[in-house]
Every structure is written in structure tokens, then in C-alpha cells.
């Protein structure tokens, strides 16, 4: 590396910056947000003994199994514990889709042809970016570890505990510079960078319910407080370790960098056959053949997941007892007359209804992706209609989302009732928690096709309402809104604090109803709206 390889990186950093105004501080504070979240509800269990509440969290065997060991038995040690996987998995996305959005998304839309028209070095555009986001990954963690220290941390345990945060949105940030050299698609590159996430969280949670001291905390981002220690040891030399491994990606993804072509990826796209399969032939075709990769992607990490889950459940059925704050969250004993094996696999298969949903929205942008880069045009120049276009691929979005959930409930009940050897209606109940999530999947697929139908523009309002939904249900856990407010939610309408054996139809089928009335309202407003084209 020569130092005119980075030339104009300051200057892309002040555009970056300028581009990123709004996102960056939104991405930034997020993570300070969900902490102070964390810290609400522990400071409402005050009145009751703090330590006394964390010592009944740590020998439960459910949320211990999930969230692992406490490290400290005070409220900076109980925001560590309880708010770390999601203030790094917050930081995960907004690094990944930054770092994403200023490379591979700006070598397919051409712009980064037209900024290499300048005197700018070959590495410029990578490092200006990758220094964007260390921005807002150590802004996020000065404002982590002040916050902390409001709460009454000490300063040492609270700048740890901030710089785990920003280190660990490094990591990620580093993945995704990664994944942009190896595929050509920004799609591609967002996929591996979401699988990277979910992998995370699940080595988390393995390591978690191995008590939090596996070889997987070393390797995985979300556990990396327990490298580290925040006010229980405060192990600085851990941090050490986590940005020498955050810098393994990172270095990767510069050599990869100099060994492709601009707009290319190290892995060449392969090429089609000469001719068409006869089935090839409808609008329906075509989206499946477009969509066809991210949903044998998702649907192998889907099943994966539930695997390692299901497998897992079994073996709680026997453990201790369940806290107090479990056993009746939502002022109900909804896990009374059932193990906490089946309390497991239950909150397993709504937490997959919340990244199922992510999925159908992606598979409807797929439309928006398809016209802006001048393809739909070119389709509606044929004998084609809007409607059928639209529609091809909302149908596949349906069905495909609706098939990871049935993915979900035939593997994780069959996983279940083999490794528990109970072969009684366990697989039946598993079966309908999961399907029985699939309209509130539904209704987030048919909002983000009537935003894309009427306002393509501002689609990335239905990723606000998808987070909006997510955080509702923490505040809900944490019991800083009442159900009342949680009903806001669809999720809520297919609980895992609702038997499911009184599960009510009537709100389901009416959300089913209600995404089908949005999605057709969304296909007539394409129907009637300007294409977006390329000229």
C-alpha cells in the first residue's frame, strides 16, 4: 500500500458525513436508548431489592440459559447483562448497512465510477467509509459509557463497557466491508451480513446456556462482556483482543479489494444457460428465479436455528425453578402448567416471527430494486402488466415467508418430541405457535407493498415500523408500557404468553384480511404511479 492509494479519503469522509446526517445519529443513539430502556425496568424492580431480583434471574435456569451468568449484582452490571445483545446487534446493523450503502450500493448505482473519475486512490472509498463508521461506533460508546456512569457505574467499568459496544459494532462493520468484495450484489452482501448477525446470536446464546464461559465468547461479538468484565474485573487486555480480532476482517477485505474489478466481486457470477427452460416463462417464473437464493439462505439459517433450539428445550424440561418476573410477566401465570422446556421453544419461535418478518419485507423491496435499476421498465415494455409483475413477487412473498414459518413448526416440533422422546401433542403445539405467527408477518410484507406501491421513496418507513413493533416488546418484558400499549403490535395477537391451545382465530384472520385489503391497495397505487427509471 502506497499513501496515494488513500487518496481523497478525507474529502469522501465529509461527503459520507454529509450523506449520512440523519442516519448516522439515528444508529448512533439507538443503542444509548435501548440501555436507558434496560435500566428503567431494573430501577422499577428497585422498590423490591435489586440484588434480590438479580440473584432470582440468575438461578433462573430458563433466563440464565438465554442471558447467561450476571456478572455484577448492581444496575450497571444488570444493564450489561440484560442490554448487551441488543445495543451490539443495533450497532451490528446500522455498521453493516452503512458500510454497505457507500460501496457495494454505490458500485451498482455508479457512482463510485463516477467519484473514481477523480484523483482518488483505489482505497479511499473503503477507509473513508470504514472511518464513518468507527465514528459513530465510538460516539455510540463515549455515550454508553456517560450514560452508565449517570446510572451510578464506576468510570473505568463504564468506558469498558462502551468500548465492548464500539468495538463490537467494529467487528460488524468489518464484516460488512468483507462481504461487499465478494459478490457483486448489495443484496448478497446485505444477506451475509445478516447471517453474521443472526450466527452471533446464536453462539451468544449457545454460550450463554454452556454458563457463559465457552470457547464462544471469544469468537462471537455479543459476548464479549464477558472478555472484558465490566465492573466485575474490568479486563482492559480483553479489549485488546476483540480489535485485534475486529482487524482480521478488515485486513481481508482491503487485500480482496485490490483483486477485483470495480462493480465486480472475487466470486464471478456464473452464467446462465443459452436457453430458457419452457417453464421459464411467466412473470412468476422470473420472481422465483430472482428470489429463489435469499430464500434457500434464509431458509437454511431458519432451520438451523430451531434446531439448535429445539434440541436444547428438552433438556430445561427437568432444571430449577422459574422466577417470579418470568412466570408472571404480563400479570399472568401463562407457564404454569408447563416446563420450561416448552416455555423455551415457545419464546424461540416468536423471537423467529421477528426476523421472518425482515425477510418478507426484503422480498417485496426486491420490486423496488428491480426499477430502479431499469429492469421492471423493460418488462412493462412487453406484454406485461403492472399488476402481474407486482404481484408475482407479492405472491412469492407470501408464500415463501409463510413456508419459513411451517419450516419452523414441522422441524423444531419433530426435533423436539425426538430428542425429549415424548411423542404425545407436543409436536401439534409447536407445530401451531409457529404457524399461528404468520399473519403478523404478513401485515409488515403487505405494509411495506403498499409503501412501495404508493411512495417507493420512503419504503424504508416499514424497517421504522418493524423496529417500532421490536422495541414495543422490549418495553413490554421490561413492563415500561402495559399490554394495552403491546396490542399496537400484531406479534402480540400470537403471544408465547398465549396458550395456544386458547389461541383467539378471530384477530388473526382479520389481520390476514387486513394485509390482503393493503397489499391490493399497494397494487393499485403502482398501477397508477410513474415508473422510476434511469434516464
Known amino acids: 500500500m502506497k499513501s496515494s492509494d488513500f487518496t481523497g479519503t478525507k474529502t469522501l469522509l465529509r461527503f459520507f458525513l454529509r450523506r449520512d446526517r440523519f442516519l448516522l445519529p439515528l444508529w448512533t443513539l439507538v443503542p444509548v436508548i435501548l440501555g436507558l430502556i434496560v435500566a428503567a425496568t431494573f430501577i422499577a424492580m428497585a422498590s423490591q431489592g435489586l440484588q434480590n431480583v438479580l440473584t432470582e434471574f440468575n438461578e433462573d435456569s430458563l433466563v440464565s440459559s438465554l442471558l447467561g451468568p450476571i456478572i455484577s449484582f448492581d444496575l450497571p452490571g444488570a444493564v450489561v447483562w440484560r442490554g448487551t445483545s441488543q445495543i451490539a446487534l443495533a450497532l451490528g446493523i446500522g455498521s453493516l448497512f452503512s458500510v454497505i450503502r457507500h460501496t457495494r450500493t454505490d458500485e451498482e448505482s455508479g457512482r463510485s465510477e463516477l467519484i473514481r473519475s477523480y484523483v482518488v486512490g483505489p482505497y479511499a472509498n473503503l477507509t473513508a ?47 460488512g466491508a468483507l462481504a461487499v468484495q465478494i459478490r457483486e450484489r448489495s443484496g448478497t452482501a446485505r444477506g451475509i451480513g445478516v447471517a453474521a448477525l443472526g450466527l452471533s446470536m446464536v453462539m451468544a446464546i449457545l454460550n450463554n446456556f454452556g454458563g457463559g464461559d465457552t470457547l464462544l465468547k471469544w469468537i462471537t461479538p455479543m459476548a464479549w462482556q464477558r472478555l472484558t468484565q465490566p465492573f466485575a474485573g474490568n479486563n482492559g487486555w480483553g479489549l485488546l483482543y476483540c480489535a485485534a480480532f475486529t482487524a482480521v476482517s478488515t485486513f481481508i477485505a482491503y487485500v480482496l479489494s485490490d483483486r477485483r474489478d470495480l462493480g465486480a466481486g472475487i466470486l464471478p457470477a456464473s452464467s446462465g444457460p443459452s436457453e430458457a427452460a419452457p417453464s421459464f416463462s411467466t412473470p412468476l417464473a422470473l420472481a422465483w428465479r430472482l428470489q429463489r437464493k435469499n430464500f434457500m439462505g434464509w431458509l437454511t439459517g431458519t432451520v438451523l436455528y430451531i434446531v439448535v433450539f429445539a434440541a436444547i428445550a428438552p433438556g430445561l424440561s427437568n432444571a430449577g425453578g422459574m422466577s417470579d418476573w418470568l412466570s408472571n410477566l404480563g400479570g399472568t401465570s401463562w407457564s404454569k402448567d408447563v416446563g420450561l422446556g416448552y416455555v423455551f421453544i415457545s419464546i424461540s419461535i ?186
Open 129 to 175: 467509509v470504514l472511518i464513518l463508521s468507527c465514528i459513530g461506533n465510538l460516539a455510540a460508546g463515549m455515550l454508553i459509557a456517560l450514560s452508565t456512569i449517570a446510572l451510578g457505574g464506576d468510570a473505568v467499568g463504564s468506558f469498558i463497557f462502551g468500548a465492548t459496544m464500539s468495538v463490537s459494532g467494529c467487528f460488524f462493520a468489518g464484516i
Open 350 to 535: 416468536y423471537l423467529m416471527s421477528l426476523f421472518v418478518a425482515p425477510y418478507a419485507m426484503i422480498a417485496v423491496l426486491r420490486l423496488k430494486k428491480e426499477e430502479s435499476e431499469g429492469r421492471a421498465e423493460i418488462l412493462m415494455d412487453k406484454q406485461v402488466s403492472r399488476i402481474t409483475w407486482m404481484n408475482s413477487h407479492l405472491i412469492l412473498a407470501f408464500l415463501c415467508s409463510a413456508g419459513l414459518m411451517l419450516s419452523v413448526g414441522i422441524v423444531g416440533g419433530l426435533v423436539y418430541v425426538i430428542t425429549s422422546g415424548d411423542l404425545n401433542s407436543k409436536f401439534w403445539y409447536i407445530f401451531m405457535m409457529s404457524i399461528s405467527k404468520i399473519p403478523a408477518v404478513w401485515i409488515l410484507l403487505a405494509v411495506t407493498a403498499l409503501l412501495y406501491g404508493l411512495w417507493p421513496k420512503i419504503t424504508a418507513l416499514s424497517w421504522v415500523i418493524w423496529l417500532s413493533f421490536s422495541i414495543l416488546e422490549l418495553a413490554w418484558e421490561e413492563k415500561i408500557i402495559d399490554w394495552s400499549l403491546m396490542r399496537i403490535s400484531p406479534f402480540s395477537y400470537a403471544h408465547y404468553t398465549i396458550d395456544i391451545t386458547h389461541l383467539p382465530l378471530f384477530p388473526l384472520l382479520c389481520i390476514i384480511c387486513l394485509s390482503a385489503v393493503v397489499a391490493v391497495i399497494g397494487l393499485l397505487g403502482f398501477k397508477n404511479r410513474d415508473i422510476l427509471t434511469k434516464a
